[in-house]
C-alpha cells in the first residue's frame, strides 16, 4: 500500500509528467524493492560525509525536474573514486539547469543488466516487459512482455523466452544470476503496476543482477497527462 | 443478450428492398436466400408493393409471422426507424448492412443505435458490415452468390471485422479445404462485439475452432477479450492487422519505445493460449489444423518421406519453428526393419527422417506409420508424400488415413498441388488429416497444435 510518502512523490510527479529518480527510489523502497544506498543532496559538505561512510568509487547523477534523460545529458558519472572527482563533479552538475540537487550512489556489482518496464497499454492495462538491458538495450531488442498482473508461470516463461537467457542462467562455466529472485520481483512489480494509477511507463533499467539478488541501479516513471 | 437469433433465424425480413435498382443490396440479400436457403424471407419496403411475384411489406407488423432476423440494408438515416419497428415487433435480432456510421463520424447515430439496442437487449451486427454467412443455413453478404468462392460447411467460426477479408478468406478456406460453421463480418461492431462473439461460439456445437481477424480493441476492450478467450473450451485464433509501428511518436521511455503495439497484442494474446497468425498462410495453417485435430502437442515430430531433401527441408523448417525431430531409438528401428520391403531394408534411412527412398511401396509407408503412431518418442506424424514413385499408388492416402483414424495421433501431409493429384487429397482430408501444397505449411500445422494450449 502507498503510504502518506508515497502518496506525496505520486501527487508532485503528476504535476510534472514524471517522478525524479531520488523519488522514484524512495518510493520502490517503499515496496521493498531493493535500491543501491544513496543520498539525495545539494550541499557538497553532505556528499562528502556520505562519501566517507560509504566509501568509493561511488555514481553521481544530475537531479533536475527539466532533465528526463540525464545520460544523454552528461549528467551522470560512474566509478568515482575519491575526494577530488566528488567535488569537480559536483560543481560542474550544479550549473545543469534546474539543479536540484545530486543522486550519490553506491555502485552495485553484478553479472548481468535486465531492463524491467512497464507500460499502460490502451487496449490491454498494465503490462510488464522484460529484457536484456543496460544501455544497449534498443540495440539487442531482446524482450517478452505479459500482461500485468504476472503469475508465477507468467514470471518464469518470460525469462525463458528470452534469446539471451543464457546471460543470466549462466554459460561457458559463469555462474548465474538469482532466477528465483528475479521472478518474484516481477511478479512484485506486476502487482505494483496494477496498483499505481496515472502510470504511462516505467522503466527500471539497469537492474543489476547478481548470484544474490537483483538491485534497481536507475528508476524512472512517466505519469499520464491530465 | 441472446445471439441464437442472429445466428440460427427460421425467418428473416431484408429491409430496403427496392423496385428500382436490381443490384441495391437489399435486393441481393433478398434474392440470395429466397427460395435457396432453408429460411423463410421476406421483402420489405414501407411503399409496399410487390417484388418478383412476392409481396413487400411495409413494415414488420404486415408480415404473417415472427421475425427471427432483420437485415437492415436502408440508407443510414432510415436505419432507427426500421428498429425501432423491429423492437416494436419483436423481431429478434438484426444485421444492419447499411454504411454512413462512425467510419464516417457519424458517431451521433451510431450511439443512438447502440443505445436503444443496448436498453433492449437486442442484438445488432454491424453497422457498415456484410453480416453473417452460414453455409446451408443463410447468407446476408451482398455480395451476388455467382460472385463468391464459398467453403463448405465446417467447424471454423471466422470473426472479421473487415467484410473484405471476409470474403477474400472464405476464397482461401475454400480452396484449402476449411470449412466454416459461421463468417461474421461485424463492421463497427457498434453493439456485438468479438467478446460476445467468443462466448457464442464457444457454446455453439456446430464450431470446434474461432478465429478472428482483429484490426483494434477499445480501451481495455483487449485485457477482457484474451481473458475471455482464456476461459474458453475451444482454440481461438488471431490475425491481426497494423503491424507496422504507426505515427513515429517519440518515447518517453525504452518500455515505450520497445512496446509496441503489435508487439504487445502478439505477447499477450500468446500468454494466454491464443494462437497468433502472422499472415494469411498462417491463419490457414492454424485453421485447418485446429479444426481437425484436439490433442495438444509437445512437438515431437516423426518425419516419413520417400526423397532425403525434402526430409531435410523438413527438419530446417521444423526446427525453425520450435518443433524437435528425435532421433528414433535403437528399438524402434528395429521394430522398423523387418517389416520394410527387403528391396528397401538396405538403402532406406531409419534414423527421422524416416527416408523410404523413391524404391519403397505403400506397404513401407504403412509399416512406418503405424509403428510411429503407437510410438511414445514423436507426438505428431508429418508424411512428405511425393507421388512420383512407381511403388506409390492413388490408394497411399487412404491406407495411412485409416492408421490415424485408429490410432489418434495428429498425422499432416505435404502433397505436391496438381489436378492429377486430387484423388490422394481427398483420401487424406476424407478422414481428416490436413494436407499442404507446401512443407512450411504442413510444418505450421503441427505449431498449431503446439502453440494452442486448447486442441
Known amino acids: 500500500m502507498l503510504n502518506a510518502q508515497g502518496k506525496k512523490i505520486m501527487a508532485q510527479g503528476k504535476s510534472r509528467g514524471w517522478i525524479m529518480e531520488p523519488e522514484a527510489k524512495t518510493l520502490l523502497r517503499i515496496f521493498n524493492f531493493a535500491v543501491p544506498a544513496f543520498l539525495w543532496t545539494g550541499k557538497l559538505q553532505e556528499a562528502e560525509a556520505f562519501a566517507a561512510e560509504q566509501g568509493f568509487p561511488l555514481a553521481m547523477k544530475i537531479v533536475s525536474s527539466t532533465i528526463v534523460h540525464k545520460s544523454e545529458a552528461g549528467g551522470v558519472v560512474l566509478g568515482i573514486d575519491g575526494l577530488e572527482g566528488l567535488r569537480e563533479h559536483f560543481e560542474r552538475f550544479r550549473a545543469f539547469e534546474g539543479f536540484e540537487g545530486v543522486l550519490l550512489e553506491e555502485m552495485v556489482r553484478g553479472s548481468a543488466e535486465v531492463i524491467i518496464g512497464s507500460k499502460t497499454d490502451l487496449q490491454f492495462g498494465p503490462v510488464v516487459l522484460l529484457g536484456i538491458g543496460g544501455t544497449g538495450v534498443e540495440i539487442y531488442n531482446d524482450a517478452v512482455l505479459r500482461m500485468a498482473p504476472l503469475t508465477s508461470a507468467d514470471a518464469r516463461s518470460m525469462i525463458e523466452s528470452l534469446k539471451g537467457k543464457a546471460l543470466l542462467t549462466g554459460f561457458r562455466g559463469s555462474t548465474g544470476i538469482n532466477i528465483a529472485y528475479l521472478q518474484q520481483m516481477l511478479i ?39 | 443478450m441472446n445471439l441464437k437469433p442472429l445466428f440460427t433465424p427460421r425467418t428473416m425480413a431484408v429491409c430496403g428492398v427496392s423496385l428500382k435498382n436490381e443490384a441495391h443490396p437489399a435486393n441481393v440479400i433478398f434474392n440470395k ?93 454491424g453497422p457498415n458490415c456484410l453480416g453473417i454467412h452460414r453455409p446451408a443455413r443463410f447468407d446476408t453478404l451482398f455480395l451476388p452468390s455467382e460472385r463468391l468462392v464459398r467453403p463448405e460447411k465446417g467447424n471454423l467460426a471466422f470473426i472479421s471485422q473487415s467484410g473484405g477479408v471476409l470474403v477474400d478468406q472464405m476464397l482461401k478456406f475454400a480452396g484449402q479445404g476449411i470449412g466454416l460453421s459461421a463468417g461474421v463480418s461485424i463492421g463497427n461492431k457498434a453493439v456485438v462485439r468479438e467478446i ?17 481477424y482483429i484490426e483494434g480493441f477499445a480501451e481495455n476492450e483487449g485485457r477482457h477479450f484474451v481473458q475471455a478467450a482464456q476461459a474458453c473450451k475451444k482454440p481461438v485464433v488471431v490475425m491481426k492487422s497494423g503491424k507496422s509501428p504507426g505515427g513515429s511518436k517519440a518515447a518517453s521511455s525504452h518500455t515505450a519505445s520497445m512496446a509496441g503495439d503489435y508487439f ?36 515431437r515430430v516423426g518425419i516419413v518421406t520417400v526423397s532425403g531433401g525434402h526430409g531435410v527441408v523438413a527438419v530446417d523448417t521444423c526446427t525453425e519453428h520450435g518443433l524437435q525431430v528425435p532421433v528414433l531409438s535403437k528399438a524402434t528401428r ?10 528397401i531394408r538396405d538403402i532406406a534411412s531409419l534414423d527421422n527422417p524416416v527416408d523410404l527412398t523413391g524404391s519403397s511401396f505403400d506397404s513401407d509407408f504403412v509399416a512406418v506409420t503405424d509403428i510411429l503412431s503407437r510410438s511414445p518418442e514423436v507426438d505428431a506424424i508429418l508424411i512428405l508424400l511425393l507421388p512420383y514413385s512407381p511403388g506409390i499408388s492413388t490408394d497411399i492416402s487412404a491406407k495411412l488415413s485409416h492408421i490415424h483414424q485408429r490410432e489418434g495421433k495428429p498425422m499432416v501431409a505435404y502433397l505436391p498441388k496438381d489436378e492429377k493429384y486430387r484423388i490422394i487429397l481427398e483420401g487424406f482430408e476424407l478422414y481428416n488429416i490436413p494436407v499442404s501444397p507446401s512443407i512450411e505449411g504442413s510444418v505450421l500445422m503441427l505449431e498449431a497444435l503446439r502453440r494452442c494450449k486448447k486442441c
Open chain 2, 196 to 212: 460476445d462473439l467468443l462466448a457464442y461460439f464457444d457454446r455453439d456445437p456446430s464450431t470446434r475452432v474461432m478465429a478472428f
Open chain 2, 334 to 343: 528395429e521394430a522398423i526393419l523387418p517389416r520394410l520391403n527387403p528391396s
Open chain 2, 264 to 299: 504487445v497484442f502478439k505477447e499477450v494474446m500468446q500468454q494466454h493460449s491464443i494462437a497468433v497468425a502472422k499472415d494469411e498462410h498462417e491463419l490457414g495453417a492454424f485453421c485447418e489444423s485446429l479444426s481437425n485435430f484436439e490433442t495438444q502437442i509437445e512437438g
Open chain 1, 188 to 226: 512484485r512489480f506486476s502487482n505494483l503496476v496494477m496498483e499505481l494509477d496515472d502510470i504511462e511507463s516505467i522503466d527500471l533499467n539497469p537492474v543489476i543482477c547478481s548470484s544474490e539478488r537483483a538491485v534497481i541501479a536507475d528508476a524512472r516513471f512517466i505519469l499520464q497527462s491530465e
Open chain 2, 33 to 125: 436466400n429466397n427460395l435457396r436457403y432453408p429460411i423463410e424471407t421476406y421483402a420489405l419496403n414501407p411503399k409496399g408493393g410487390t417484388f418478383q411475384r412476392e409481396p413487400l411489406y411495409p413494415d414488420f407488423s404486415a408480415i404473417p409471422e415472427h421475425i427471427d432476423l432483420a437485415v437492415i440494408a436502408t440508407r443510414a438515416e432510415a436505419v432507427e426507424t426500421v428498429l425501432a419497428d423491429c423492437l416494436k415487433n419483436k423481431v429478434g435480432a438484426a444485421v444492419v448492412v447499411s454504411a454512413g456510421f462512425a467510419e464516417i463520424g457519424n458517431h451521433r447515430l451510431q450511439e443512438r443505435i447502440t443505445s436503444m439496442a443496448l436498453e433492449a437487449s437486442f442484438p445488432i451486427i
